[in-house]
């Protein structure tokens, strides 16, 4: 079965680091990134970054930069967000999200810039 | 505030059509076909309805839409069910950043 399953929701003191984790299944992990995205509650969606499964490669958003580290574990097949320096505003549900793959005239293709497979979320509360 | 400009709300009757608009500027929307639409059921994660502006992946019904004009992009939603009721999202690639930008999003209310 094709899932990404990510770890269980976390409870920080405001200026704490979470790292949370995304274990992928069903499908080639190198073959395609990872992105996260991140939902305060009652909010709308917020891109995070994103990083190759396949060389490590990362582009994060600007907002985030020095704060966020993604990594991935290509033995185990999971991606990691780490988010440093928490504030009561970085409380939220984090997913991650898979690079969308599609086939075309006989040859098949990733773009990151849209995501196809969606972790089911874990909520990050910061409070002090 | 969100890169991208959705309305809050949009409602419809079963069976009737609906559009959902997504105003962005030349360095996102206008400037390339990278535009996404996300649909989000409460406590879900999101799914993707239309990728490159106007195609669907596999399994989304034909029911759903997508079309672009200049800075504007438009998801439409034809015979409306009661199981579209749902959050919308729209998303680009903008070149400001070389990244990804949602929209507020769009509670869609089927009444």
């Known amino acids: 079965q094709v899932q990404l399953v990510q770890s269980g929701a976390e409870v920080k003191k405001p200026g704490a680091s979470v790292k949370v984790s995304c274990k992928a299944s069903?499908?080639?992990?190198?073959?395609?990134?990872i992105s996260w995205v991140r939902q305060a509650p009652g909010q709308g969606l917020e891109w995070m970054g994103w990083?190759?499964?396949?060389?490590?490669?990362?582009n994060y958003a600007q907002k985030l930069q020095g704060r966020v580290t993604m990594t991935t574990d290509t033995s185990t097949s999971t991606a990691y967000m780490e988010l440093r320096s928490l504030r009561s505003d970085d409380t939220a549900v984090y997913y991650c999200?898979?690079?969308?793959?599609?086939?075309?005239?006989?040859?098949?293709?990733?773009?990151?810039?849209?995501?196809?497979?969606w972790g089911r979320g874990t909520l990050v509360t910061v409070s002090s | 505030q969100s890169a991208l400009t959705q309305p809050a709300s949009v409602s419809g009757s079963p069976g009737q059509s609906i559009t959902i608009s997504c105003t962005g500027t030349?360095?996102?929307?206008?400037?390339?076909?990278?535009v996404s639409w996300y649909q989000q059921h409460p406590g879900k994660a999101p799914k993707l309805m239309i990728y490159d502006v106007s195609n669907r992946p596999s399994g989304v019904s034909n029911r759903f839409s997508g079309s672009k004009s200049g800075n504007t992009a438009s998801l439409t939603i034809s015979g409306l069910q009661a199981e579209d009721e749902a959050d919308y999202y729209c998303s680009s690639y903008t070149s400001s950043s070389t990244s990804v930008v949602f929209g507020g999003g769009t509670k869609l209310t089927v009444l």
């Open positions: 030349s360095s996102d929307v206008g400037g390339y076909n990278y």
């Open positions: 990083i190759s499964a396949y060389n490590g490669n990362t």
């Open positions: 999200a898979r690079d969308f793959g599609y086939c075309s005239g006989g040859s098949c293709y990733t773009n990151h810039w849209y995501f196809d497979l």
């Open positions: 069903g499908y080639t992990f190198t073959s395609y990134g």
